[in-house]
């Protein structure tokens, strides 16, 4: 059922299932890591510590914490493939897609796929398909907000609320557990068809997504915070 339920009841849940990054240093390691990502290729630890400037020891002790761990993938080489939303190589298997200096990367659902532009700092052109009718969805992002949305119609799936609080509290694979429900649809019609056969889901608006996804990493890495 569509709710009218606002992006601040939905970052509550999503704020207690990700702790901030406890400093300045875990801000600009994230950070670094979004923009190595960003290249298109996947990132070694001995790679990401000399960008930062830290010993890799010290770098590889940070990711294997929160609040890195649970939204970090490696590859079977150990090399970063996905962080936060970002996913390049053997994880780059979305229809979320973001076109940047020539490069196509991947977001892991919809919901990323409109908060990567706050976090890269970039405005990036975003592709994408309807679940339900295939329709191609299309966009263009930027750290303030969004325009040219094709359909004009297009809304999102989230999980609801309260499903997001279980799922929080459970914990388990960010992937599987959260981001396989959070889609584009080309329309309002569309989007109910689909939730009605997944349970504890919900559609929101296009604007709602992109606010809370600028509310969840203003919270987690502090970045587009004080926009």
Same mark, same amino acid.
Request: glycine letters at 10%.
């Given at each position: 059922?569509?709710?009218?339920?606002?992006?601040?009841?939905?970052?509550?849940?999503?704020?207690?299932?990700?702790?901030?990054?406890?400093?300045?240093?875990?801000?600009?390691?994230?950070?670094?890591?979004?923009?190595?990502?960003?290249?298109?290729? $996947?990132?070694?630890?001995? *790679?990401?510590?000399?960008?930062?400037?830290?010993?890799?020891?010290?770098?590889?002790?940070?990711?294997?914490?929160?609040?890195?761990?649970?939204?970090?993938? *490696?590859?079977?080489?150990?090399?970063?493939?996905?962080?936060?939303?970002? =996913?390049?190589?053997?994880? !780059?298997?979305?229809?979320? &897609? @973001?076109? @940047?200096?020539?490069?196509?990367?991947?977001?892991?659902? =919809?919901?990323?796929? @409109?908060?990567? $532009?706050?976090?890269?700092?970039?405005?990036? $052109?975003?592709?994408?398909?309807? $679940?339900?009718?295939?329709?191609?969805?299309?966009?263009?992002?930027?750290?303030?907000?969004?325009?040219?949305?094709?359909?004009?119609?297009?809304?999102?799936?989230?999980?609801?609320?309260?499903?997001?609080?279980? &799922? !929080?509290?459970?914990?388990?694979?960010?992937? *599987?557990?959260?981001?396989?429900?959070?889609?584009?649809?080309?329309?309002?019609?569309?989007?109910?068809?689909?939730?009605?056969?997944?349970?504890?889901?919900?559609?929101?608006?296009?604007?709602?997504?992109?606010?809370?996804?600028?509310?969840?990493?203003?919270?987690?890495?502090?970045?587009?915070?004080?926009?």
């Amino acid at each position: 059922m569509t709710t009218q339920t606002t992006p601040a009841e939905f970052i509550e849940p999503l704020a207690e299932a990700f702790p901030p990054a406890s400093d300045a240093d875990e801000r600009w390691l994230a950070s670094m890591l979004f923009r190595l990502l960003a290249k298109g290729e $996947p990132v070694e630890t001995a *790679r990401l510590a000399g960008a930062v400037g830290r010993p890799e020891a010290e770098v590889a002790a940070a990711l294997a914490k929160s609040p890195f761990d649970r939204l970090l993938y *490696r590859d079977d080489l150990g090399r970063i493939v996905g962080f936060g939303g970002l =996913a390049v190589g053997d994880l !780059a298997a979305s229809p979320h &897609r @973001l076109k @940047l200096d020539g490069r196509e990367l991947y977001a892991w659902c =919809a919901g990323d796929a @409109l908060f990567l $532009p706050v976090v890269l700092d970039r405005e990036v $052109p975003i592709e994408s398909q309807c $679940p339900t009718s295939g329709e191609r969805i299309s966009l263009v992002v930027s750290p303030e907000g969004f325009r040219d949305l094709e359909p004009s119609g297009a809304v999102m799936s989230f999980l609801a609320p309260d499903e997001l609080a279980a &799922r !929080a509290e459970a914990g388990g694979d960010v992937i *599987r557990n959260f981001c396989h429900f959070v889609h584009f649809f080309a329309s309002k019609e569309a989007a109910q068809t689909w939730i009605e056969g997944h349970p504890g889901t919900t559609q929101i608006s296009i604007a709602d997504g992109f606010e809370i996804g600028r509310r969840w990493v203003g919270h987690v890495w502090g970045l587009g915070a004080d926009r």
